[in-house]
């Protein structure tokens, strides 16, 4: 699972629109706001895909868990086609 920010969503989205809205550096925002500079282009960054993307993009924790339930789907289903061959061979021994 991915770490978890110690600062709020709001937060990070009104210091993303800050930077990129308000005609001042990412460094000179990060600064007053006193997060790391590079930190802070990351959400503006992520802001900017948004904006670009629409809101409908797939943000990286959404595309992490998305990985995650793939993955557990393919357990599932390989799962159900065991117990269904499991399944047929007990029903030709109950008939034998």
Do not use: C, I
Not at 52 to 81: Q, S
């Amino acid at each position: 699972m991915g770490r978890r920010s110690k600062y709020p969503e709001e937060f990070r989205r009104n210091a993303a629109e800050l930077a990129l809205d308000g005609g001042r550096s990412v460094r000179d925002v990060a600064r007053e706001l006193g997060v790391n500079h590079e930190t802070l282009r990351n959400w503006v960054e992520a802001l900017r895909r948004e904006r670009r993307d629409g809101p409908a993009a797939v943000t990286g924790e959404e595309r992490a868990e998305l990985a995650r339930l793939r993955r557990r789907v393919a357990e599932l289903e390989l799962e159900k086609e065991v117990l269904r061959k499991a399944a047929v061979f007990f029903a030709r021994e109950t008939d034998q």
